[in-house]
């Protein structure tokens, strides 16, 4: 039942009962009163008849002037009988009326039965009685009284509850109006329309919960917008490099997908129906050393050169889109299609970004490996072919290749030799740089280098190794070198390692049981995860860090901010720093609104007892914009430099 009928239902049981009660009451009362009035009047014409009467009862009665005297006063129809005893209580005269009353219905007779009292009045002259007589007033006359009363009662009951219930059915569906007004409008709110309820009632209560609704709207359509452009900044972020402003490895991949699967095409499709393009991926050879040897702020201009002469070059084309996929590699989809048309393309594209070449730049500016794309073809395939030819670009003179299907399948034993021989030889280095907090030294991070075959990068290395297989045995091979250099290490260190060791139950049996038992040891090792992995191989990530715990061992989650779905596991796992994505501290003392953000994501990490580290910091105004927002530690050129670990 819906309130409204309650309500009403409600009201009107509550009149209803009133109405009978107040009723009752007032013909109970009125009943009385006639009942009383019948009594007075018999007693008065029982006195006054005696009086009259009297003279004629001494000696022997005067039967004729009794009954002329009663019959004058009975006849008058007030009585229901009237009866005059001698003093043996023997009848002289006695006259009676029938009771049946025609004025008043008989059910209502039944319902109010009034008896009228049988008065006595001694007849008497001075002091000797000469009889009794016996008067009972006729109830019709208070009938009539009561019916009429019981009438009015009704119709000022009856109209009263009407207005009442009238009244209150105005009230009700004012109430229901606005309850009504405030469903409809909580529904909208649950659909995302965020409208006011336009018709305010006057009721101070009903006019207080509208305009209290309509405040809550408003807030609500205010934090919805908020959310809503927090939500496109966001995406913007998740889908774009913030240094570089170019798409990031996501926007790449789901571009290239659509297009692999005819949802986007990039150029008109030939008489065979066929639609392909060249991919190029464009590797900045030089960045590592850049970055080692001169800091954050060359690598950036470095990157930043090479970024503007790609987007100058591909401006034209119909998709000059530029997507970054790591911190060396960027990749454009181009419309080209003929092979030889692509091959003119990739060498006119590496002379145009060579016009950047610099004396610092010692492995040169740029390779370039391109492939054919074309729907039909798999993700993987098209990435495998030009990533092949970019490992041949880093080999060949000048550093570009293009791949075609005729091309022998020895990238992948190429690799694999270069591979097997930096674990075989145990080719590896660290380089380190010390995280500050204040003037102290909190801790430093240990960067892994190969000083085998120093043709290819750090991060070139890496991704084969991931791609070929060998990522766990390159993880064990850097526990391995931290741990023996660990005791001589003055400071506590920090080692990278990948995903798919933090993920591998093995692995984690494996580090344990190589793992020094002295807690004196243990204590100086802390391990860098990156954000994602937290979000992806949460179970396994959390069981690894409680036993790595137990051993002393601390943990920094690195790039924090960069998936923002993260922020829900640091209570559970409770790491022991977190470390900024660089796209939010670079530039920081320039951007408010980055400022803003910083400093949430800081509190959020200070309310769990995390401390704060800024990576990538180059400037003194940096360092300083990043200390007023409390971010705990700082890390970067401006604070120190890279430094060999020996």
């Known amino acids: 039942m819906s309130l409204k009928k309650q309500l009403l239902f409600g009201m009107i049981a509550i009149l209803t009962l009133t109405f009978i009660s107040l009723f009752v009451l007032q013909m109970t009362a009125t009943q009385r009163f006639v009942e009383r009035q019948l009594a007075s009047h018999a007693k008065d014409t029982a006195t006054s008849l005696g009086l009259a009467i009297s003279p004629a009862l001494q000696g022997l009665p005067d039967i004729a002037s009794i009954d002329t005297i009663v019959n004058a006063i009975f006849d008058r129809g007030y009585y229901q009988s009237i009866t005059l005893l ?76 009407i207005i009442t219930i009238v009244f209150s059915l105005l009230m009700v569906n004012i109430i229901s109006q606005t309850l009504t007004s405030i469903q409809t409008h909580s529904q909208k709110l649950s659909n995302g329309e965020f409208q006011s309820i336009e018709n305010v009632p006057n009721t101070f209560e009903l006019k207080e919960t509208v305009l209290s609704f309509n405040a809550m709207t408003n807030k609500l359509a205010t934090a919805h917008q908020h959310v809503n452009e927090e939500i496109l900044r966001f995406k913007t972020y998740a889908l774009t490099d913030k240094q570089t402003n170019t798409g990031n490895r996501r926007a790449f991949e789901a571009t290239l997908k659509k297009m692999l699967l005819r949802e986007q095409i990039i150029s008109d499709p030939p008489s065979d129906g066929q639609v392909s393009g060249t991919m190029y991926i ?12 001169l800091g954050f702020i060359s690598q950036q201009q470095y990157t930043q050169d090479v970024v503007q002469k790609i987007s100058a070059f591909f401006a034209k084309d119909k998709y000059p889109q530029v997507y970054r996929l790591n911190d060396a590699d960027f990749v454009v989809l181009s419309s080209v299609v003929d092979p030889t048309l692509r091959i003119e393309e990739i060498n006119r594209l590496y002379q145009h970004i060579k016009q950047i070449d610099k004396t610092e730049y010692k492995q040169g500016v740029v390779a370039i490996g391109a492939g054919e794309f074309s729907p039909g073809l798999s993700y993987d395939v098209v990435m495998t072919r030009t990533d092949n030819a970019l490992t041949s670009a880093l080999e060949s003179q000048p550093s570009v290749f293009v791949h075609s299907a005729d091309d022998p399948a020895s990238n992948k034993t190429q690799w694999r030799a270069i591979l097997d021989t930096i674990i075989a030889q145990e080719s590896i280095e660290f380089v380190s740089q010390t995280i500050h907090q204040d003037k102290y030294v909190m801790y430093q991070e240990w960067f892994t280098r190969f000083n085998e075959n120093s043709a290819h990068s750090t991060s070139d290395i890496f991704a084969n190794a991931h791609k070929h297989g060998y990522m766990l045995e390159f993880d064990k091979l850097i526990v391995k070198h931290a741990l ?9 260190i920090a080692i990278n390692l990948s995903r798919l060791a933090l993920a591998d139950s093995e692995f984690h049996a494996w580090f344990f049981n190589v793992l020094p038992v002295s807690p004196t040891i243990t204590r100086k090792l802390i391990i860098e995860i990156p954000e994602r992995a937290i979000v992806d191989d949460f179970q396994q990530i959390s069981d690894f860090m409680a036993q790595a715990k137990v051993r002393f061992i601390q943990f ?15 209570k559970a796992l409770r790491p022991d720093y977190l470390k900024l994505d660089p796209r939010y501290t670079f530039a920081i003392h320039l951007e408010d609104e980055q400022q803003r953000l910083v400093k949430t994501l800081v509190d959020v990490a200070h309310g769990l007892g995390i401390k704060v580290i800024a990576e990538q910091v180059e400037s003194e105004a940096q360092a300083l914009c990043l200390e007023s927002l409390n971010v705990d530690c700082l890390q970067g050129f401006e604070i120190s430099k890279l430094e060999q670990v020996f």
């Open 282 to 293: 464009i590797r900045l050879t030089s960045l590592q050393t850049v970055s080692d040897k």
């Open 556 to 570: 920094t989650v690195e790039r924090f901010g960069a998936q923002l779905s993260s922020i829900q596991h640091l």
């Open 86 to 161: 001698d003093t043996q209580n023997a009848i002289i005269i006695q006259r009676t009326n029938p009771t049946q009353i025609d004025s008043v219905p008989n059910w209502f007779q039944l319902l109010f039965n009034i008896q009228p009292p049988l008065v006595d009045s001694q007849v008497s002259n001075d002091w000797r009685i000469n009889g009794k007589l016996q008067v009972q007033s006729h109830p019709g006359f208070a009938y009539e009284q009561l019916y009429a009363a019981a009438a009015d009662n009704l119709l000022i009951y009856g109209t009263g509850s």
């Open 484 to 492: 023996s250099k660990l005791t001589k290490s003055p400071a506590k």
